[in-house]
Nanobody, 128 residues
């Protein structure tokens, strides 16, 4: 069963912007903390942002802080990741995951985080 559908990825030049969407028709997203991860070829998944359930507080990894913004539209049951000032090192597959709490964000995997659900991802490529 597909729990999430991510969209919005694509090819963008350095300095450009993209907005990723994470939508579910299976469950209510604001009942969970929704995290965005990315995984580049040959690298471990990196948690880049998370929005808490309920109050919708957003957190960010150091690598994206100040450039990415996470938000949630309850009416559309969708979580967004607005990505600005994109860099080539942002190139990766981005996917969302749901769990009661947020993971520790960053390039070191959080060993205590095992999401209940995750999506297939959308490719983001930043290149000239």
């Amino acid at each position: 069963q597909v729990h999430f559908v991510e969209s919005g990825g694509g090819l963008v030049q350095p300095g450009g912007s993209l907005r990723l969407s994470c939508e579910s028709s299976v469950f209510t997203l604001n009942s969970y903390a929704i995290a965005w991860f990315r995984q580049a070829p040959g690298k471990e998944p990196e948690g880049v942002s998370c929005i808490t359930r309920g109050d919708g507080f957003g957190t960010y990894s150091d690598s994206v802080k100040g450039r990415f913004t996470i938000s949630r539209d309850t009416a559309k049951n969708t979580v967004y990741l607005q990505m600005n000032s994109l860099k080539p090192e942002d190139t990766a597959i981005y996917y969302c995951a749901a769990d009661p709490g947020c993971p520790t964000l960053g390039s070191i995997p959080d060993p205590g985080y095992e999401p209940l659900y995750r999506g297939q991802g959308t490719q983001v490529t930043v290149a000239t």
